[in-house]
């Protein structure tokens, strides 16, 4: 186009010219120096100046025209730098990151897609700002045929090692996580490789948030939570699908604070009638202060911090609320630790306290023999009782009860079978009709243990409860003489982190020594 422009002005100048030239001629002779015709007049010096005036003009024209073509059309095969068009954006490649903080639902989700740059090579993406992504480490799209030798190469080139290589079926790609060993930015990483021909793509190994929201924080009346390092716990595990049974009074499952944490009931206690079919009916029975405060120590997840905030609750009714306290039988109980075995129970929390059963202990019995993990209160009838049961059988979990200064509950039983303590002093729970409680004694603590149980089983699924046992005794803090404290007061967060297969190796600590009691079986 400016060529074209350019010989369009030259042209010009030259009929200008010409024209020039032969207006001069109609008055010039033949021959020089030309003699004047009779009675003619001397060449005229308007007719000189105007011909020069052509000339001149024409090349003024010309260099006008020549100057605009240049600014208007440059000519890259000069060397002139072209401007760049105006509303085409640089290339990009688009890629699926969620909106900052979210995922499905969160502000901006289902919105176009943001966009990286991408360098030189298709496929090689750089991250966009703000982006979070591990800091020494790089994805490679690498095709099937590069061969060890001419990896390692890569490696070698540029200072990488060979983290992990896995080949995705969904998308037929070879992908390799290697790590930036000489303190190369991803982004520098990522263009230098663009220079390898044997790598098809490379990205940031970017991270990606989950979709969660957040727990609650630690209600300023609770210290509970604090004295079983549970923050740092509940990095490690929530209690997310572990079943925990309560046997207890009704529990108020409509409270904001056990939302969704009941996933199936059972009312033991209730009058069953038997049907043509033989099969048993119970009625849902009424909430009680004591069974929702037991289940809200375990997981209540808005205005206070269970230990579990994300188990499922078994909730089974086997106490009689018309007394002050609530009073459970021997069939009662049996029939609720049968159905929470038969529904999935991995964990039975028993908050009560009561004389050797030689019934209830068979059914104990059968119960961890199938791995159930059985936890129940000590008891609260005082330092000269002696052991109560369950706590005091051979395959439970016995619990005390401590204060907000480590010390023990007054009111708690002693003995050689406690196993563990738990906060359960002025504890605050949820209780009936939305409100709120301080509740006081070793079923809170036993309520407290079961919700740490939880944390271990959803850590490691496969642990015993011999190895729940072991964990448990050997991460507790010591605070006193074993007959009163156990093994000492639970730490969750050491129990946690110890939750691994190791623990099932480990050698097994000595049978718990049957307490001598009146009543004894």
């Given at each position: 186009m400016a060529r074209a422009l350019f010989r369009t002005f030259l042209i010009l100048v030259l009929v200008l010219t010409l024209g020039a030239q032969r207006a001069s001629a109609q008055t010039a002779c033949p021959s020089f120096p030309c003699p004047s015709p009779p009675n003619s007049a001397p060449p005229s010096r308007d007719s000189n100046d105007k011909t020069v005036w052509y000339v001149v003009g024409g090349i003024a024209a010309a260099a006008?025209?020549?100057?605009?073509?240049?600014?208007?059309?440059?000519?890259?095969?000069?060397?002139?730098?072209?401007?760049?068009?105006?509303?085409?954006?640089?290339?990009?490649?688009?890629?699926?990151?969620?909106?900052?903080?979210?995922?499905?639902?969160?502000?901006?989700?289902?919105?176009?897609?943001?966009?990286?740059?991408?360098?030189?090579?298709?496929?090689?993406?750089?991250?966009?700002?703000?982006?979070?992504?591990?800091?020494?480490?790089?994805?490679?799209?690498?095709?099937?045929?590069?061969?060890?030798?001419?990896?390692?190469?890569?490696?070698?080139?540029?200072?990488?090692?060979?983290?992990?290589?896995?080949?995705?079926?969904?998308?037929?790609?070879?992908?390799?996580?290697?790590?930036?060993?000489?303190?190369?930015?991803?982004?520098?990483?990522?263009?230098?490789?663009?220079?390898?021909?044997?790598?098809?793509?490379?990205?940031?190994?970017?991270?990606?948030?989950?979709?969660?929201?957040?727990?609650?924080?630690?209600?300023?009346?609770?210290?509970?939570?604090?004295?079983?390092?549970?923050?740092?716990?509940?990095?490690?595990?929530?209690?997310?699908?572990?079943?925990?049974?309560?046997?207890?009074?009704?529990?108020?499952?409509?409270?904001?604070?056990?939302?969704?944490?009941?996933v199936q009931s059972f009312n033991a206690a209730a009058a069953a009638t038997k049907d043509n079919g033989g099969s048993t009916t119970a009625s849902t029975g009424e909430p009680h202060a004591h069974g929702t405060g037991m289940a809200g120590a375990l997981t209540a997840r808005r205005n206070v911090l269970g230990t579990a905030p994300r188990v499922g609750i078994l909730a089974v009714r086997a106490f009689d609320p018309r007394t002050h306290s609530g009073e459970g039988t021997t069939f009662n109980i049996i029939k609720g630790i049968e159905w929470a075995a038969d529904n999935g129970a991995r964990i039975i929390n028993m908050s009560f306290a009561g004389p050797a059963d030689p019934r209830l202990a068979d059914v104990l019995d059968r119960a961890a023999r199938r791995g159930i993990v059985l936890i129940a209160a000590a008891g609260n009838a005082g330092p000269n009782s002696p052991p109560l049961f369950p706590a005091a059988d051979k395959n439970v979990i016995a619990v005390t009860a401590t204060d907000m200064e480590d010390r023990v509950y007054t009111g708690a039983n002693r003995g050689n079978h406690i196993a563990v303590a738990a906060p359960g002093v002025d504890v605050l729970v949820p209780a009936p009709g939305g409100s709120f409680q301080f509740t006081t004694g070793t079923s809170v603590a036993a309520a407290h243990v079961s919700g740490v149980v939880a944390l271990l089983l959803e850590r490691n699924p496969k642990l015993t409860p011999a190895e729940v046992r072991r964990i448990l005794t050997r991460t507790a803090k010591s605070i006193g003489p074993r007959d009163r404290t156990g093994a000492g007061l639970v730490n969750a967060y050491q129990a946690v982190a110890n939750a691994t297969g190791r623990e099932a190796a480990a050698p097994k600590a000595a049978p718990k020594q049957a307490p001598a009691s009146s009543g004894q079986r």
């Amino acid at each position: 186009m400016a060529r074209a422009l350019f010989r369009t002005f030259l042209i010009l100048v030259l009929v200008l010219t010409l024209g020039a030239q032969r207006a001069s001629a109609q008055t010039a002779c033949p021959s020089f120096p030309c003699p004047s015709p009779p009675n003619s007049a001397p060449p005229s010096r308007d007719s000189n100046d105007k011909t020069v005036w052509y000339v001149v003009g024409g090349i003024a024209a010309a260099a006008l025209g020549a100057f605009i073509a240049w600014r208007l059309f440059p000519d890259p095969e000069r060397g002139l730098p072209p401007e760049p068009p105006s509303g085409d954006p640089p290339p990009v490649t688009p890629v699926n990151l969620p909106p900052p903080g979210g995922g499905a639902g969160a502000p901006g989700a289902g919105k176009s897609a943001p966009k990286v740059t991408t360098t030189s090579r298709k496929g090689f993406n750089l991250p966009p700002p703000g982006a979070r992504f591990v800091a020494n480490e790089v994805i490679l799209d690498v095709p099937p045929n590069v061969s060890e030798a001419q990896l390692n190469a890569i490696a070698g080139r540029h200072a990488m090692t060979r983290m992990e290589t896995q080949t995705f079926r969904l998308t037929g790609r070879r992908l390799f996580r290697w790590r930036i060993d000489g303190g190369t930015s991803v982004p520098d990483m990522i263009r230098s490789v663009s220079g390898e021909n044997l790598v098809a793509g490379a990205q940031p190994n970017y991270l990606f948030p989950l979709a969660q929201a957040p727990l609650p924080q630690m209600n300023s009346d609770q210290y509970a939570p604090e004295r079983l390092n549970l923050p740092e716990a509940h990095k490690l595990a929530t209690g997310n699908r572990v079943l925990v049974a309560v046997i207890d009074s009704g529990i108020d499952a409509s409270h904001e604070d056990l939302a969704g944490a009941v996933v199936q009931s059972f009312n033991a206690a209730a009058a069953a009638t038997k049907d043509n079919g033989g099969s048993t009916t119970a009625s849902t029975g009424e909430p009680h202060a004591h069974g929702t405060g037991m289940a809200g120590a375990l997981t209540a997840r808005r205005n206070v911090l269970g230990t579990a905030p994300r188990v499922g609750i078994l909730a089974v009714r086997a106490f009689d609320p018309r007394t002050h306290s609530g009073e459970g039988t021997t069939f009662n109980i049996i029939k609720g630790i049968e159905w929470a075995a038969d529904n999935g129970a991995r964990i039975i929390n028993m908050s009560f306290a009561g004389p050797a059963d030689p019934r209830l202990a068979d059914v104990l019995d059968r119960a961890a023999r199938r791995g159930i993990v059985l936890i129940a209160a000590a008891g609260n009838a005082g330092p000269n009782s002696p052991p109560l049961f369950p706590a005091a059988d051979k395959n439970v979990i016995a619990v005390t009860a401590t204060d907000m200064e480590d010390r023990v509950y007054t009111g708690a039983n002693r003995g050689n079978h406690i196993a563990v303590a738990a906060p359960g002093v002025d504890v605050l729970v949820p209780a009936p009709g939305g409100s709120f409680q301080f509740t006081t004694g070793t079923s809170v603590a036993a309520a407290h243990v079961s919700g740490v149980v939880a944390l271990l089983l959803e850590r490691n699924p496969k642990l015993t409860p011999a190895e729940v046992r072991r964990i448990l005794t050997r991460t507790a803090k010591s605070i006193g003489p074993r007959d009163r404290t156990g093994a000492g007061l639970v730490n969750a967060y050491q129990a946690v982190a110890n939750a691994t297969g190791r623990e099932a190796a480990a050698p097994k600590a000595a049978p718990k020594q049957a307490p001598a009691s009146s009543g004894q079986r």
